[in-house]
């Protein structure tokens, strides 16, 4: 008896099962691709239907652009058609797609946590730079104390938590404030991230960058508290910020979008959003990852009680992230 090959299988259930649907909501003239996802999967129309919420827990990555890359550049061009995208290595990228706002004044502050300073004069003129050296020189990045110092400095109402890799449309801060004006005091609009490839991203940084050059790598749905994050100054405040005993990659901004999740929240997701390629970060997805495992303690306690702990801690502060002492 012969047997079928599973990435042959999975290409024939793509072709079978999904590629009548992609192209069906790729070729009309609405926003249906928006609520394209994978088949065991629901999503959840807002109240306005202008975005949707994925009714389980965690990221997902679409499946059928796996084994079909011409649907991922399909769905790509068609989510960037009528929506700006600005283009340039990847922080003056995303800075980029910043100054393309349209609809909203946009303050941007960049802090940059090194031993040394490397991106003064560097930036545009309308950027702000803060540079935060690390109390020791072998101090892990710690990503909480960076959006805490921003987030002290900042003129505006609104905070936009953006990692410097993401590349947005042009209308997404409108959106955001669009959200805000009516009650919402965080707000994520990332319904699909598309992941460029090492080649595709080149070619964005020396201002070639064409949605058609390459297919993504892959296009990921459900992205909650990571890559950015709107929320109200008044609601980080309440909240206690960032919690600044995540030293190192991973779980902060799981274990922030869970206290975020005691305000209104706007959820449903219909914006696109471009991820830039990169080296992961070392250590980042180990099994004995020590910040993934600090998250699930602190996970243990509820979001009350981490966010009465952290109100009560003096964040965002030059000197260095509360409480961290060198192992040095």
Request: hydrophobic share 40%.
């Amino acid at each position: 008896m012969m047997t079928i090959p599973i990435r042959l299988k999975q290409y024939l259930g793509v072709l079978l099962l999904d590629y009548l649907r992609f192209s069906t909501a790729l070729n009309r003239t609405d926003e249906s691709y928006v609520a394209l996802c994978n088949r065991n999967q629901k999503l959840e129309a807002s109240p306005d239907g202008t975005g949707y919420r994925c009714l389980w827990q965690w990221t997902s990555d679409l499946h059928a652009p796996k084994y079909l890359p011409s649907l991922g550049l399909r769905l790509m061009q068609r989510a960037f058609s009528d929506r700006g995208l600005q283009r340039l290595p990847h922080l003056l990228a995303t800075l980029e797609s910043l100054a393309g706002q349209t609809g909203a004044v946009v303050e941007c502050i960049v802090v940059e946590q090194d031993v040394e300073a490397s991106l003064a004069g560097k930036l545009p003129d309308w950027v702000k730079h803060i540079h935060t050296p690390p109390p020791s020189a072998d101090m892990p990045y710690c990503r909480a104390w960076a959006f805490n110092v921003g987030a002290k400095e900042a003129l505006a109402d609104v905070l936009v938590l953006h990692d410097n890799d993401m590349v947005i449309p042009s209308d997404y801060s409108k959106e955001i404030l669009s959200k805000v004006k009516t009650g919402f005091e965080v707000v994520n609009l990332k319904r699909l991230i598309f992941y460029l490839s090492e080649k595709h991203s080149a070619l964005m940084f020396q201002n070639a960058f064409s949605l058609e050059a390459h297919a993504p790598e892959s296009i990921m749905q459900n992205s909650e508290g990571g890559g950015s994050i709107a929320i109200t100054g008044q609601a980080y405040s309440a909240i206690g910020g960032f919690d600044e005993s995540f030293i190192g990659w991973g779980g902060e901004d799981n274990e922030f979008w869970e206290r975020a999740n005691t305000r209104n929240v706007w959820n449903y997701a219909n914006l696109p959003l471009v991820h830039l390629w990169h080296a992961a970060q070392p250590g980042k997805a180990a099994t004995d990852n020590l910040t993934l495992k600090h998250y699930q303690a602190r996970s243990m306690l509820s979001a009350e009680l981490r966010i009465n702990e952290l109100r009560l801690v003096k964040s965002g502060e030059m000197s260095g992230p509360f409480g961290y002492q060198s192992n040095g």
